[in-house]
């Protein structure tokens, strides 16, 4: 199946873990380690979602003053950092009936690395490019076994594959 007949509905992630746009950086990056994302769908109090924020947008927010680095040894993201002031929008959705292909198009269009899948208005799951390209090594593997066994299905038809088969017939 290629990425223009594969549908966004069986590549998305359907468990959406969200974070309120009031939070800390510093806990949307805790969010994101214990729930081993790099998008985190953003809500407001009505939990409707109004942005996205990314593993790159919580980059941004380190702090990396020198004190804190040599107590620390690492950065952290600043805690009076907001999740709001760092967010991207507007969200840019897709219908989970599209394509693979109109998915990875729309991400490059907007410059994105993922899109809430959205169904009547409602989201359903996320699709990153990590799930596209699951998908084009899946598509590879396919076709590679579908070529590999046109390729058998030659040789066996060919007089050397006749002969072959014989001859592993007999035990030779």
């Known amino acids: 199946m290629t990425l223009a007949q594969t549908k966004v509905r069986f590549n998305a992630d359907s468990k959406l873990t969200v974070v309120h746009w009031s939070a800390t950086m510093a806990e ?8 081993a994302v790099r ?9 409707m979602i109004v942005g996205i ?15 804190q680095l040599r107590t620390a040894h690492r950065a952290v993201p600043a ?12 969200v840019v959705t897709i219908d989970p009936g599209q394509s693979l292909k109109n ?6 269009e907007n410059n994105i690395s993922s899109l809430i899948v959205a169904q009547d ?32 299905a030659k040789i ?12 592993s017939d007999i035990g030779i």
């Open 156 to 167: 066996i038809q060919s007089p050397v594959g006749l002969v072959m088969q014989r001859l």
């Open 121 to 152: 208005g409602a989201a359903v799951g996320i699709t990153t490019t990590h799930d596209i390209l699951k998908a084009i090594l899946g598509e590879e593997d396919g076709l590679l076994s579908e070529l590999t066994e046109k390729i058998k």
């Open 39 to 47: 998008h985190l769908p953003v809500v407001d109090e009505s939990n």
């Open 28 to 35: 949307a990056n805790l969010l994101m380690q214990k729930n």
């Open 103 to 108: 998915a990875a198009q729309m991400m490059i």
């Open 53 to 67: 924020l990314s593993d790159r947008d919580v980059l941004r927010s380190l702090r990396t003053d020198l004190e």
């Open 79 to 90: 805690s009076d950092g907001f999740v709001v002031n760092y967010m991207s929008r507007p």
